[in-house]
């Protein structure tokens, strides 16, 4: 299996649903918690925090040839992401 196959697996069956999970994950928890009435701007904050994450190991696989070194960064990139998402 070469690289290329290996990063289109990990962003397909790895990254993209663990994301999708955290979101709904993320939602549930503000839908249980009121979040209209308990959270202010710092969680508006650490939501940009979090797509910004994500946004950036999206684009470097979208834009960049899938190499050693790209998938590393997306890797590192998706932990910085969960990292924050669960403070």
Same mark, same amino acid.
């Given at each position: 299996m070469?690289?290329?196959?290996?990063?289109?697996?990990?962003? =397909? &069956?790895g990254? &993209?649903?663990? #994301?999708?999970?955290?979101g709904?994950?993320? &939602?549930?928890?503000h839908?249980?918690?009121?979040?209209?009435?308990?959270?202010?701007?710092?969680?508006? #904050?650490? @939501?940009?925090?979090?797509?910004?994450?994500?946004?950036?190991? =999206?684009?470097?696989?979208?834009?960049? @040839?899938?190499? =050693?070194?790209?998938? =590393?960064?997306?890797?590192?990139?998706?932990?910085?992401?969960?990292?924050?998402?669960?403070?």
């Open positions: 070469n690289i290329r196959v290996a990063g289109e697996a990990l962003l =397909l &069956y990254f &993209y649903p663990a #994301w999708m999970f955290a709904l994950g993320d &939602y549930l928890a839908r249980r918690s009121a979040i209209e009435t308990t959270s202010g701007i710092n969680e508006s #904050w650490l @939501h940009i925090l979090e797509f910004l994450t994500m946004a950036a190991w =999206l684009v470097l696989i979208v834009f960049f @040839h899938m190499t =050693l070194v790209v998938l =590393l960064i997306s890797v590192v990139c998706d932990v910085c992401g969960c990292s924050v998402a669960c403070r």
